[in-house]
């Protein structure tokens, strides 16, 4: 039966009943089969593309027939930019006989750099001998080769992820430090710092909090010197400062002469720095990227690199890739009303080169759980035409925007793949400690639960529970948390808080969940927070606030403490059964994912969940003026009195509309949930202007 409460796109207030978002153009047909005649002298190369079925359009015919200089290709979503890069470097092989060895081309995932080298070795005319040679790697991969080649480098890579969380943690112990902040945010706050320039020392130490984790974080620095160890972070900040070696430079720079970089918007100050000074001597730098999906600011990337292209290379050859071969013409006129908005941006408009499709649908839910109700309903209903789930991606802007669906999911067993974070929300790490305190209310010698409670102590939660594990040994408690009361390592004042948090456990297991949670809140928690789950990943305190308020949506649902806590554990064990199962050979699932993650892929069905104000685009985005912190992290200095660095942020926010729309190649939903945390929200501003384009 077909769902009716997808309708077709929102018609907002003030627009015309017959009115939609017009389909983007239709691509000329025209390929290299009728653009290049026999008669040219490079007809024979594009000949045997052709045989291979690689049929490129004009502008890619023109990119892929650069020979020297900058040149920049703005390479929209789903234009076909890889084919342009492993063609031309194709091109440069057998038409221009360029050496391989003189060919650099850099891009930011080993799976990209291996996928390159590959279709450059099945490229006609192409010997194994001429694509090995070529020099298809990651901005890491690279640097690492030119480190042992001429810098000497005798430490091992520290690169697992794993192992650096291991370290981190035994460290914690070592040095007793009281941080609970998870490592993930830990190395992403030093990978910050260090990609900026600065080292683990200049890290801000104005509060106890503060002090803690630079002391930690300066030790895990002394600890990879002690041990010789170099991570990523540290292969960049090497190789840049290898490159200042005039001699090094100047062979690095006789030996590449022409260099071509791969999602070249991602680029951060170490990375574009790398390229441009091997590139100075003969300015023979393509530059492939969409300044349209600049979206990991928070990462380093810098969208002016590719703004700003031109005038740092005068003479740049500017060729628009504008045809899309992913999204059919409803959705990708969608995506193009979109970002047409921005005013960043190089102009370019893309065209459809796939045949019309269905439009895209639309849902307007009172809020997340009703929306997640409705999402899963058409699931299993694409479940029973035969839709494999692999096919389908759910995209959300945040962290707490996969509460509601996760859970869905997993009552209805709907297999789902998540990228990143806790699979189930409960567990989150900023979330996972309030509901150990719920947990101990109830079952105060829950030992599982103990360390959540134990880190809001700013007690190390390592050493506290061995106390802890050793007393219960001598002599259990009804509370086990009682011991840390008699443990001598802590002061008064410590011990005080001990005996405060036990009463205050007995206190809030008879309240509603819901008064729990804002009592826990209240008390203690948004104070340790705000303090220990700050960083990159969490700059702006609103994302804190945000999580913890989905938080407290949920608990609304449920009348007693225990009712919530047993229905989080339900979620966890259903968590891990399903983990188990997609563990097999060739496990089919939705895809939850942040749109942050997904772009770069593609899928036949997408779900944009959360498109309204205040999720996308995010809150913190839409202040007048960016408060202290966000200035601080863009070394901005003074007041952003303009707006400046909240309109660049409001920006962003719009790219990561485009990118979600335009991941979704035959069918597109997006959902507009009327309410956020107990406020009436209006649909997303990115979905109304796509009709004032």
Not at 651 to 667: L, W
Request: glycine residues 6%.
């Amino acid at each position: 039966m077909k769902d009716t409460l997808w309708q077709d796109y929102p018609r907002p207030q003030g627009i015309q009943p017959h009115t939609t978002v017009p389909a983007a153009e239709s691509a000329p047909r025209d390929t290299s089969i009728t653009l290049i005649s026999d008669e040219e002298g490079d007809a024979s190369f594009f000949r045997a593309l052709e045989s291979q079925g690689i049929l490129l359009n004009a502008p890619q015919i023109e990119a892929v027939r650069h020979g020297t200089g900058p040149l920049l290709a703005l390479a929209g979503a789903g234009c076909g930019k890889t084919t342009v890069l492993t063609a031309r470097a194709g091109y440069l092989l057998s038409v221009r006989n360029i050496d391989p060895r003189q060919i650099l081309l850099v891009t930011f995932t080993t799976k990209a750099a291996a996928e390159m080298k590959s279709r450059i070795a099945a490229l006609p005319g192409i010997s194994a001998a001429k694509a090995r040679a070529v020099e298809a790697r990651t901005f890491h991969s690279f640097g690492l080769l030119m480190l042992r080649r001429y810098g000497n480098l005798t430490e091992e890579i520290f690169g697992d992820a794993r192992a650096q969380h291991a370290v981190l943690q035994r460290l914690r112990r070592e040095i007793g430090s009281t941080s609970t902040t998870p490592p993930e945010t830990l190395l992403a706050t030093l990978s910050a710092m260090k990609l900026d320039g600065g080292s683990a020392e200049d890290l801000p130490k104005d509060t106890p909090e503060e002090r803690d984790r630079c002391a930690l974080l300066c030790r895990y620095e002394e600890w990879k010197q002690e041990y010789r160890r170099i991570d990523f972070d540290d292969i960049l900040l090497r190789t840049d400062k290898l490159l200042d070696d005039p001699h090094t430079l100047a062979i690095l720079q006789e030996r590449f002469q022409y260099i071509m970089v791969d999602e070249f918007q991602d680029s951060n100050r170490l990375q574009y720095g790398m390229v441009r000074k091997i590139a100075d001597a003969h300015r023979n730098l393509m530059v492939v990227g969409d300044d349209d999906q600049t979206i990991y600011s928070f990462n380093g990337a810098k969208q002016e690199y590719i703004l700003n292209f031109p005038q740092e290379y005068p003479g740049t050859k500017i060729i628009a890739l504008d045809i899309n071969y992913r999204s059919h013409p409803q959705i990708l006129g969608l995506g193009t009303h979109i970002v047409t908005h921005n005013t960043a941006r190089h102009h370019k408009i893309l065209k459809a080169g796939v045949a019309a499709g269905q439009a895209p649908r639309y849902l307007r839910p009172a809020h997340a759980d009703a929306e997640a109700d409705q999402v899963v309903q058409r699931l299993l209903e694409q479940q029973t035409q035969g839709i494999p789930l692999g096919d389908i991606a759910l995209l959300h802007r945040t962290i707490s925007g996969t509460r509601a669906i996760a859970e869905r999911l997993l009552m209805e067993d709907i297999p789902f793949i998540q990228y990143g974070e806790a699979p189930v929300f409960y567990d989150h790490a900023l979330i996972r400690p309030i509901m150990d305190h719920l947990r101990l209310a109830i079952k105060p010698r829950r030992m599982d639960a103990l360390p959540g409670v134990i880190g809001p102590l700013y007690i190390s939660r390592d050493a506290g529970m061995d106390h802890i594990m050793m007393k219960e040994q001598q002599q259990s408690k009804k509370y086990p948390l009682i011991h840390l009361y008699h443990w001598d390592r802590l002061k008064s004042f410590q011990r005080q808080q001990v005996k405060d948090r036990i009463v205050f456990l007995k206190k809030i297991k008879e309240m509603k969940p819901l008064y729990a949670i804002q009592e826990i809140r209240r008390v203690f928690y948004d104070k340790f927070a705000s303090a220990d789950f700050s960083g990159p990943a969490t700059r702006h305190k609103d994302t804190i606030r945000e999580t913890l308020d989905e938080l407290e949506s949920a608990a609304g649902k449920f009348a007693t403490v225990e009712e919530m806590v047993k229905f989080a554990d339900e979620l966890s064990m259903k968590r891990e059964k399903m983990t188990e199962l997609l563990k097999q050979e060739s496990p089919q699932g939705v895809h939850l994912m942040t749109i942050h993650r997904a772009k770069g892929l593609e899928f036949p069905c997408v779900y944009l969940l959360g498109a309204s104000e205040g999720i996308l685009p995010h809150e913190a985005a839409l202040q007048d003026f960016a408060p202290e912190d966000v200035r601080a992290a863009q070394n901005m200095k003074g007041p952003d009195k303009e707006g400046v660095l909240m309109k660049a942020a409001l920006e962003e926010e719009r790219r990561i509309a485009y990118v979600a729309v335009t991941r979704a190649k035959q069918e597109l939903y997006v959902s507009s949930p009327a309410m956020h945390h107990g406020k009436t929200v209006a649909p997303s501003r990115f979905l109304i202007e796509a009709f004032k384009s």
